[in-house]
Structure formats: structure tokens, C-alpha cells
């Protein structure tokens, strides 16, 4: 029987900041939504609220995870050939270079997300630097997902490269509805964020390669054996 006095009547709840995990299967069910349906999955995103805390816990540290390990895994169990040569990676190259690969790629999102934050209103948008970060992770998470076939090297590149193709269409599908972008203006936008998104890879790609060949041992000579 429900209370006569309205003091009685419980708080209301307050329901926690949205995470995609702890398990794996919200983070999955993100990503296959964001593949088979990519305008609801965006809709579903926008509305779930979420910290930036939760986005790169849940989302930007176990994805790009993925292609981290795996190209350490493919690089010493299944190392390239190049006009016969096979280029073998040494298990340290390896190791550092997916902690490093691993460390930068969480630094691209950040640095990525805060200039696209940064000029939403140079193209009638809100700067909200967690609303950019939401998308730049969910139009990333095809691109990590698919670096797992980094496991054969050969596969990785062309994978990565097709889902690189699908994630422009999930920024042209998420970046107005997050973004809040006026729709004469959308489309700039879209293209200059793309461009900021390439600057940023082919940076930290440098940095990484520089890195890795800091930290790592000299290459030797013989069957070609490489950082």
C-alpha cells in the first residue's frame, strides 16, 4: 500500500555515468551496432551520458590495446617478406613498440578530441571536449577492432585501412549529432577533422618510430632481423 505522507516516498536514483564495460560484451555489442546500424548505435551513444574517465577506460584503452598486441604478436611469429627477405622483429622491438604504439595511440585520441572540441564553434557547434572525445573513440573503434588481423602483418594494413574508409562515414554520421554542428557548416567540418585526425596519426607515427628505434637494439645482419 503506498504511503499516505509524500515525505515517505524514496529518493529517486540517480543512475551512474554510462560505461561500456567492465565486460567486454557492452563494448562488442557498441561495435557491432556501430557496423550494422551506425545511425541508431550514434543516437544510443548521444543519449547514454559518459565521462571522459569512462570513455577512455571503457572504451580507448582496451581497444587500442588491440592492434598494440597484436602487431607485437604478428611481427615475431609471422614477420614479413619483402622481395624474399624476411624482416624478423626481436621480441623487445616488439614489446616496446606496442607499449609505445599502445601509450601514443590514447595520446592521439586526447590531442585529437580537444582541437576538434576547440573549433566546434568556428563551424556553429558546442565545445564540449567530452562530446568530442566520445567521437573520436566510437569512430575509432572499428579501426582498433580490425588491428587484430595486424596478427599477419599483411592483413593488418589492408583491414585497417578499409575500416580507416568506414570510420570517415561514422564521423559523417556521429560528428553533427555530437558536435551539434549547424548543418550548413557540417560538412566542412567533417573534412577538417579528418585532416586534423591524418596530421595527427602521421605525428605520432614519427614519435613512435623514433621512439622504438631509441629504446630498442641495433639491427643485425643476417636473416634481417629489425628493431
Do not use: C
Not at 554510462?18 to 548505435?41: C, F, H, M, N, Q
Not at 585529437?112 to 568556428?122: D, E, K, M, R, Y
Not at 614519435?207 to 643476417?222: E, M, N, Q, R, S
Amino acid at each position: 500500500m503506498a504511503s499516505q505522507f509524500p515525505g515517505d516516498r524514496p529518493s529517486p536514483i540517480t543512475p551512474p555515468p554510462y560505461s561500456p564495460g567492465p565486460d567486454a560484451a557492452g563494448l562488442i555489442a557498441r561495435i557491432k551496432g556501430l557496423v550494422t546500424a551506425p545511425a541508431a548505435e550514434w543516437a544510443r551513444i548521444e543519449a547514454s551520458p559518459m565521462t571522459e574517465q569512462a570513455i577512455y577506460t571503457g572504451v580507448v584503452v582496451p581497444l587500442a590495446a588491440i592492434p598494440a598486441i597484436a602487431r607485437a604478436v604478428g611481427s615475431v611469429l609471422f614477420p614479413p617478406h619483402i622481395f624474399g627477405v624476411i624482416l624478423r622483429t626481436s621480441v623487445a622491438g616488439a614489446v616496446t613498440g606496442a607499449i609505445v604504439g599502445f601509450l601514443l595511440s590514447i595520446l592521439s585520441v586526447f590531442i585529437t578530441a580537444l582541437i576538434v572540441a576547440a573549433l566546434a564553434p568556428q563551424f556553429g557547434g558546442q565545445n564540449n571536449r567530452t562530446a568530442a572525445t566520445k567521437l573520436i573513440a566510437f569512430v575509432s573503434a572499428p579501426v582498433w577492432a580490425a588491428g587484430i588481423l595486424y596478427i599477419i602483418p599483411q592483413l593488418g594494413g589492408l583491414a585497417t585501412l578499409i575500416a580507416g574508409i568506414y570510420a570517415i562515414y561514422l564521423l559523417y554520421l556521429g560528428l553533427p549529432l555530437l558536435m551539434r554542428s549547424a548543418p550548413d557548416k557540417t560538412v566542412a567540418y567533417i573534412i577538417v577533422t579528418v585532416l586534423i585526425a591524418i596530421g595527427v596519426f602521421f605525428v605520432v607515427g614519427i614519435v613512435a618510430g623514433t621512439i622504438v628505434a631509441a629504446v630498442t637494439p641495433t639491427p643485425t645482419l643476417g636473416s634481417i632481423t629489425v628493431n
